[in-house]
């Protein structure tokens, strides 16, 4: 079978660097993905790994282990919009169906 | 960027009522689109996988006959949810992408409450 893990919850402060962990378990991996959504919102794209390393777009990075089947998102200089749900995604198999984790809640405060 | 609309947004009917869903990509080609699920503080779970001038591939445990999807164009795709009842209100979700190199980028949503 296929599935994700992250952690559910996250809180941090404002300014703080948060990372958001991905382990994983697939057949047929093409690349990891990250999406983020809010409350009563759709998921908004924010990154994609198809190879090992780290991506960087703006305040957001994020890092592929494909022998690890290991990834993570890292916010930096957090800002209250940023509290939302993160979800990582595999995409999987050359159908380019993605398989959602259960989603991290990031809480920033002030 | 690549924009996904989705209508309507928000529909409350009666049961027994069949409902669509268009989801339509406005500045490019969406070879496959996809339909997923969503309820409250979950994940978002595939239903089922579209492309265009073929059926869709349904994932395990979804009703083709409940919930029917037609992807007529290389912009267009609806989901219908026939003859709905109060266990099919959730949160619905559609995304489309140009080719297997690019993003699937999602629609607004539709949230369905069935009465």
């Known amino acids: 079978g296929q599935s994700l893990e992250q952690p559910s919850e996250v809180t941090a402060v404002e300014g703080a660097i948060v990372q958001i962990n991905c382990t994983y378990q697939?057949?047929?991996?093409?690349?990891l993905s990250w999406y983020q959504q809010h409350d009563g919102g759709a998921p908004t794209f924010l990154s994609y790994?198809?190879?090992?390393g780290l991506e960087e777009t703006g305040r957001f990075s994020s890092f592929l282990s494909r022998s690890d089947s290991y990834g993570y998102l890292l916010l930096q200089e957090l800002q209250m919009k940023d509290s939302a749900s993160y979800f990582c995604?595999?995409?999987?198999?050359?159908?380019?169906?993605?398989?959602f984790g259960q989603g991290t809640t990031l809480q920033v405060k002030p | 960027g690549a924009v996904v609309s989705q209508h309507p947004s928000r529909v409350i009917c009666k049961s027994g009522t069949s409902v669509k869903i268009e989801c339509r990509s406005l500045?490019?080609?969406?070879?496959?689109m996809f339909w997923y699920r969503q309820f409250p503080k979950k994940s978002l779970m595939l239903m089922a996988t579209?492309?265009?001038?073929?059926?869709?591939?349904?994932e395990q445990g979804v009703e083709k006959d409940k919930f029917l999807i037609n992807h007529a164009s290389l912009t267009l795709s609806t989901l219908t949810v026939t003859s709905a009842h109060p266990e099919d209100s959730s949160f619905y979700i559609c995304?489309?992408?140009?080719?297997?190199?690019?993003?699937?980028?999602f629609g607004d949503g539709t949230r369905l409450s069935i009465l």
């Open positions: 790994n198809a190879l090992d």
């Open positions: 995604a595999v995409l999987s198999g050359n159908t380019g169906k993605l398989i």
């Open positions: 697939t057949s047929g991996f093409y690349g």
């Open positions: 579209s492309n265009e001038g073929s059926k869709a591939t349904y």
């Open positions: 995304s489309a992408r140009e080719d297997s190199n690019q993003p699937q980028h």
């Open positions: 500045d490019f080609q969406a070879t496959t």
